[in-house]
Every structure is written in C-alpha cells, then in structure tokens.
C-alpha cells in the first residue's frame, strides 16, 4: 500500500518556471527521499532528508519537511525540458524496518519548450 | 561503480510459465531490495536482504514467489505459475548504511514482465 500521496498528480509549466511538489505521510519516519522516473525507467535518487532536518538543497532542488505535518515538498527551480519526468517521494519508517522505501503515488511533471 | 543492473530488461511470459529475473548490485552494497510498480503507480515494496539473509517480505510476495541472495551478491526473483496480475515492472535496488542509519538506494533499470 501507498504511504501517502504526492500532490499535484500531475503539473505542466513553461521551461524556466519554478515547479512545487509536495508529498504528504502518515507515519514516523526516519527519513525522505525524492526519486524521478523518466518514463518506462528505473528510479533516479535525487535527495535524502532526514527526520531531523527541515531544508536541504542541491542544485536546482530545495526540500522541505516538516514532521509536524507530516508533509514534504519539492520545488526545482529554472525548470528544464529535461526536467520531465514522474516525482516520488518515498520514507523510510522510524525503528528500523531495514529502511525499506514507502512510495507515494507520484507526480507527472511536464516542463514545455 | 556501474551502478545496479538488472535482465532481462524485458520477459514476457504465458500465463502459468516460471520467470527467474536477476539483479546484480553495486559491489559494496550489502543491502538489496526488490520492488514492484504497476502502471500509474509508485513502486511497492517485496523483501529486501542484508548480505545472504532475507529480511523481510511483504505480504505482497505471495508464496508463488521466492526471492535469494546466495552469496551476499547478485540476487534472483522467481515467479513460478505467472498469472496475469503478475504483469509489472519489476525494480532492484542496492543500498550501505549512511550517516545516522539513512540510506540512499540506487535502482536498476527494472525488468518489465508481461503475461500473457
């Protein structure tokens, strides 16, 4: 079953616009990731936040979480026509569970020319 | 480090043949993982092994599956008497321990099965 979901399901902006992606859980977690999928392939990590953690950056990417809420997002900046691609953020729970990764539904981002 | 690879990269299959799907991890990985994602879907968890031992399965790994790590390696899953619901790509991914136990997994390409 799906830890959450990821909102909106899908997203179309003009190259150069900044795109928001937020994921929303249900459970404690020891950390967060963001994963892309191009289309038909494997999953691509992009980042990693821990429980502890409430900003992190890299490149174009910035994530957020709040605990409190439960939520996170994803917000890539100076989108890219390379940027298209499905969005998900997965969680690993807290105490233990071998950090295996709970998916939310996705997010299908399409950055136009 | 060529990354975690994965074949076939595509089977299909008629219903109620076995399939045998390998993966092969980043070598200093210890951890392994197989998942699962249908069409539109996120991907969902199968079982994970540290090193030889299989961890954890979930319940979506029915006891027509059966999944082995035999040297701490490469690992196999098997599908015996595919059935249609079985149709889904099939993702591996490797992991090592991270700072403060988070680990970051790297996924294969998958292996897409379709039973026919």
């Known amino acids: 079953s799906q830890q959450g979901e990821e909102d909106p399901q899908a997203l179309s902006i003009q190259e150069g616009e900044n795109a928001t992606m937020n994921c929303s859980y249900k459970?404690?977690?020891?950390?967060l990731q963001w994963y892309r999928q191009n289309s038909g392939r494997g999953l691509v990590h992009l980042i990693l936040?821990?429980?502890?953690?409430r900003e992190k950056h890299s490149g174009r990417l910035r994530v957020t979480l709040d605990t409190s809420k439960k939520s996170s997002s994803l917000l890539i900046t100076a989108s890219r026509a390379a940027d298209t691609a499905s969005y998900f953020c997965?969680?690993?729970?807290?105490?233990?569970?071998?950090?295996?990764?709970?998916f939310g539904t996705g997010t299908q981002l399409k950055v136009e020319l | 480090d060529t990354g975690v690879s994965q074949n076939p990269r595509h089977k299909i299959t008629k219903r109620g043949q076995n399939v045998t799907f390998r993966c092969d991890p980043i070598?200093?990985?210890?951890?392994l993982y197989w998942y699962r994602q249908t069409l539109g879907q996120g991907p969902e968890f199968l079982t994970y092994?540290?090193?030889?031992?299989?961890?954890?399965k979930s319940r979506l790994l029915s006891d027509r599956f059966s999944a082995e790590r035999p040297k701490g390696s490469f690992s196999t899953l098997e599908i015996q008497r595919t059935e249609q619901g079985d149709s889904a790509m099939y993702l591996c991914?490797?992991?090592?321990?991270?700072?403060?136990?988070?680990?970051?997994?790297?996924f294969g390409p998958g292996t897409r099965l379709t039973v026919t």
């Open positions: 459970t404690s977690i020891n950390n």
């Open positions: 092994f540290q090193n030889e031992a299989q961890l954890e």
């Open positions: 997965a969680t690993a729970l807290s105490g233990g569970g071998g950090n295996k990764l709970t």
């Open positions: 070598s200093e990985h210890n951890r």
């Open positions: 936040i821990r429980s502890n953690e």
């Open positions: 991914a490797s992991s090592q321990p991270g700072t403060g136990g988070s680990y970051e997994q790297y």
